[in-house]
């Protein structure tokens, strides 16, 4: 599975009933309308995902996890996860991962009060 594949997948797995609007995933991704339009071809060739209209706005379209999309994602789930923790957290002593989390601690609560409060 590529790093494209997964990184759509994985979103679409956490969403409620695996649907997703598809202007809602390439903002969750970061990616151009015309790269996730290519990418979601793609894949809905290989039957992982299906383009559904949308009932709120026809100009839209939405994007399901298909049953083979989960068996996918779910299969490749716990390697990913393997190599995540290979390449970067394996290389840190126990002491440096914590240290590693009070720093993105310190980080992300103003990051998050600032969502959720914007100035």
């Keep these: 599975m590529s790093a494209a594949d997964y990184a759509l997948l994985a ?14 995933l390439g903002a969750e991704v970061d990616w151009e309308r015309s ?3 290519h990418q979601i071809s793609r894949m809905e ?7 559904e209209s949308c009932a709120e706005d ?16 779910e299969e490749a789930a716990p ?3 393997a190599t995540v923790r290979r390449l970067f957290f394996d290389p840190f002593t126990d002491q440096e991962v914590r240290q590693f989390g009070e720093f993105l601690d310190r980080v992300l609560t103003p990051v998050d ?5 914007p100035a």
Excluded: D, F
């Design 11 to 24: 979103r679409l797995s956490e969403a409620p009933e695996g649907l997703l609007r598809a202007k809602e």
């Design 35 to 37: 790269r996730l339009s």
């Design 45 to 51: 060739k290989r039957g992982l995902v299906a383009r």
């Design 58 to 73: 026809a100009r839209g379209s939405m994007v399901r996890l298909t049953q083979t999309g989960r068996r996918a994602i």
């Design 79 to 81: 390697r990913h996860a």
């Design 113 to 117: 009060a600032e969502t959720v409060h």
